[in-house]
Nanobody
Framework: QVQLGESGGGSVQAGGSLRLSCAASGPISSLYTMGWFRQAPGKEREFVSSIRWSGSNTYYADSVKGRFTISRDNAKKTVFLQMNSLKPEDTAVYYC?????????????????WGQGTQVTVSA
């Protein structure tokens, strides 16, 4: 059973940075794809970024492209989301997710494993 745990959320002023981490345990392998999603109050969960456990392909939502960077440490089974130039509209609970398959997907229903989420609050 794959288990995910996020950390690194917090409160920051607009223009600041945060780095989220997602530690994975269980049978994570190169056959999996990892993703970051976020959900703001009253809104649907939305795609942020995704990366495979092998290779260099990454995918970003237009709203974060150029500001956020996804990366991974295979040895530590950890995926990171570096968030720079944060905006108040980035405020949300951020979730790490995993899916068995190497197709980069932005559809949350395609991800079968989820972390508990970490709150990111950006003040103006």
């Amino acid at each position: 059973q794959v288990q995910l745990g996020e950390s690194g959320g917090g409160s920051v002023q607009a223009g600041g940075s945060l780095r989220l981490s997602c530690a994975a345990s269980g049978p994570i392998s190169s056959l999996y794809t990892m993703g970051w999603f976020r959900q703001a109050p009253g809104k649907e969960r939305e795609f942020v970024s995704s990366i495979r456990w092998s290779g260099s392909n990454t995918y970003y939502a237009d709203s974060v492209k150029g500001r956020f960077t996804i990366s991974r440490d295979n040895a530590k089974k950890t995926v990171f989301l570096q968030m720079n130039s944060l905006k108040p509209e980035d405020t949300a609970v951020y979730y790490c997710a995993a899916r068995l398959g190497t197709v980069l997907s932005l559809d949350p229903t395609r991800f079968g494993y989820w972390g508990q989420g970490t709150q990111v609050t950006v003040s103006a």
